[in-house]
């Protein structure tokens, strides 16, 4: 069984608009989380990661974590082109700092 | 440029053949890794290395195996590759493991088994 659970499997949000990616640990041993975005033909690039409570913003990005509900997003605010990518959300293993991927969101921005 | 290198882009072979493949990191960590990418894009962790010690290996067949040379070098050797086996390889480099740090990925190399 997965250790963690994204969603949508893939999302469509006009240039400009707000995107917003979600993601669930079913494991509570997972108390960091990372947004890793993939573009085509590329290896994972880390946007940020989250430990605490509450938002943390970089940017355009914007991430939430709710531990009680292990219950992470990602929130992208005037979402360009270049932002058309696979996001994932991963979970850290503390002792090996090892990444449990979700199984990813396609997110398309139209022009 | 400081980066993770790995080689070959893409390597196409048949069932049974062996394979290797190579990773290297001009970042100065202490920890790598090897990932699998299926073709439904979800990725798994194989192995992970801290100063050319194995130090997870998460239920991979025993047809792989990884070698260190260094803590700048991580390579993959499969023994005789099975269709299952087709999938894009990623290796990523970290500082040492327990502190949560930022992983780096390669470009990865697709492996196709025909």
């Known amino acids: 069984q997965q250790k963690v659970q994204q969603s949508p499997e893939s999302l469509s949000v006009p240039e400009g608009g707000m995107a917003s990616l979600n993601c669930t640990s079913s494991d509570r041993n997972f108390q960091y989380f990372w947004w890793y975005r993939q573009h085509s033909g590329e290896g994972p690039k880390a946007l940020m990661s989250i430990f605490s409570d509450g ?3 970089e ?7 709710n531990k009680a509900s292990l219950h992470v997003s990602l929130h992208i605010r005037d979402s360009q082109p270049s932002d058309s990518a696979l ?7 503390s002792n090996y700092n090892v990444l449990y991927f979700g199984s990813g969101t396609k997110l398309t ?3 | 440029e400081t980066a993770v290198f790995q080689t070959p882009n893409y390597h196409v072979t048949q069932v049974g053949n062996e394979v290797s493949f190579n990773c290297k990191q001009t970042l100065g960590h202490d920890t790598m890794y ?3 990418q299926d073709s439904k894009k979800l990725l798994k962790i194989m192995f992970s290395y801290n100063n050319k010690q194995l130090i997870v290996n998460e239920t991979v067949p025993r047809r792989f195996s990884p070698q260190s040379s260094d803590k700048a070098h991580l390579n993959l050797r499969i023994k005789s590759v099975e269709p299952e086996d087709s999938a894009v390889y990623l290796c990523a ?3 040492r493991p327990g502190n949560y740090a930022e992983q780096f990925f390669g470009p990865g190399t697709r492996l196709t088994v025909l």
């Open chain 1, 55 to 57: 938002d943390k913003k």
């Open chain 1, 59 to 65: 940017g355009r990005f914007t991430a939430h974590l």
């Open chain 1, 87 to 93: 996001y994932f959300c991963a979970a850290v293993m």
């Open chain 1, 109 to 111: 921005v139209e022009p």
């Open chain 2, 34 to 36: 090897w990932y699998k």
């Open chain 2, 93 to 95: 480099s970290s500082y």
